[in-house]
């Protein structure tokens, strides 16, 4: 079973947009003009998913000036890879296992 924070990670992930930001900062460490530039999303929305994947633990910030630079936190992406390798597991061992219908 999902724990809540893991269960709000996915929802978090679950968003296109989130998803292309993260998938983005995988590759290198940006500020939000980068990210602007290349998800064509408009400023104030960049920075309101920026803000929820913050306070998800999944991106730090660093501030440059009057830039912000955003980073992938790696450690929170590999937890819940790691938990959906377990579920994948599981599931391959409890192919064999069927409850009987009563």
Same mark, same amino acid.
């Given at each position: 079973?999902?724990?809540?924070?893991?269960?709000?990670? &996915? $929802? /978090?992930?679950?968003?296109?947009?989130?998803?292309? &930001? /993260?998938?983005?900062?995988?590759?290198?460490?940006? @500020?939000?003009?980068? *990210?602007?530039?290349?998800?064509?999303?408009?400023?104030?929305?960049?920075?309101?998913?920026?803000?929820? *994947? $913050?306070?998800?633990?999944?991106?730090?910030?660093?501030?440059?000036? $009057?830039?912000?630079?955003? $980073? *992938?936190?790696?450690?929170? &992406?590999?937890? *819940?890879?790691?938990?959906?390798?377990?579920?994948?597991?599981?599931?391959?061992?409890?192919?064999?296992?069927?409850?009987? @219908?009563?």
């Amino acid at each position: 079973m999902l724990t809540s924070v893991e269960a709000d990670l &996915i $929802r /978090v992930l679950a968003d296109p947009l989130r998803l292309r &930001i /993260v998938t983005l900062l995988a590759h290198e460490t940006l @500020c939000t003009t980068h *990210l602007v530039e290349e998800t064509g999303a408009k400023q104030t929305n960049l920075s309101n998913h920026l803000k929820v *994947l $913050r306070e998800a633990g999944v991106v730090d910030t660093e501030p440059c000036g $009057r830039f912000t630079y955003y $980073r *992938l936190r790696p450690d929170v &992406i590999a937890s *819940l890879a790691d938990r959906f390798a377990e579920l994948a597991e599981t599931a391959r061992t409890a192919g064999t296992n069927k409850r009987a @219908c009563p």
